[in-house]
């Protein structure tokens, strides 16, 4: 059964931090690289940031030098934290496989950044 649970999403002022989480089914998690992506009004999904299974990372630009992704391996569980936050980092974060190799997503969680 493929499950994606995110959580953590909030309401913070400019410069604050939020730490995401994401509960994985094993089938999901195992042997994938995973990533982080969002969702603003109006705009299409992007992936902000990835992580193997061996731990290596990579992040969009917007991003780069402000968050931080990792994971749990034992917990099939994925987090992103989230520090000097920006009112356009406003957006419903979802985790998923990179590449997303099934077409099913969670609720995701949603992130306001207030000016």
């Known amino acids: 059964q493929v499950q994606l649970v995110e959580s953590g999403g909030g309401l913070v002022q400019a410069g604050g931090s939020l730490t995401l989480s994401c509960a994985a089914s094993?089938?999901?998690?195992?042997?994938?690289?995973m990533g982080w992506y969002r969702q603003a009004p109006g705009k299409q999904r992007e992936l902000v940031a990835r992580?193997?299974?061996?731990?290596?990372?990579n992040y969009a630009d917007s991003v780069l030098g402000r968050f931080t992704i990792s994971r749990d391996n034992a917990k099939n569980t994925v987090y992103l934290r989230m520090n000097s936050l920006k009112p356009e980092d406003t957006a419903v974060y979802y985790c998923?496989?990179?590449?997303?190799?099934?077409?099913?997503w969670g609720q995701g969680t949603q992130v306001t950044v207030s000016s």
């Open positions: 094993r089938s999901m998690f195992s042997g994938n690289a």
């Open positions: 998923n496989a990179v590449p997303v190799t099934i077409n099913y």
């Open positions: 992580v193997t299974r061996g731990g290596s990372t």
